[in-house]
């Protein structure tokens, strides 16, 4: 079992910046890609970014160049710092971690940009 916790999320004004964290625990070994995904009021949940154990990262086209993954393997912790943030961004967001075929999602943390 793998558990995700994020932190990091609020109420930001339109181009401003945020960083979310999510600390993974438990059997965390043999994880092989980490990921944020973002579900807004009535959407579906989407990729906003991703990164693999080899460090290859890809991005929703809706984020690119605006939001930046990372990974700090000592602390077991994957980040997503935000930059430019526009109100179309106002989503939860959820980090989910991907080990032996099966995928586990942390609880979400809110990010609203308004202002």
Known sequence: ?????????GLVQPGG????????????????????YRQAPGKQRE?????TAGASTNYAASVKGRFTISRDD???TVY?????????????YY?????SGQ?????????TVSS
């Open 1 to 9: 079992q793998v558990h995700l916790v994020e932190s990091g999320g």
């Open 17 to 36: 910046s945020l960083r979310l964290s999510c600390v993974a625990s438990g059997s965390i070994f043999g994880i092989y890609a980490m990921g944020w």
């Open 47 to 51: 990729l906003v970014a991703s990164t």
């Open 74 to 76: 000592a602390k077991n």
């Open 80 to 92: 997503l710092q935000m930059n430019s943030l526009k109100a179309e961004d106002t989503a939860v």
């Open 95 to 99: 980090c989910n971690a991907q080990r």
């Open 103 to 111: 995928g586990y999602w942390g609880q979400g943390t809110q990010v």
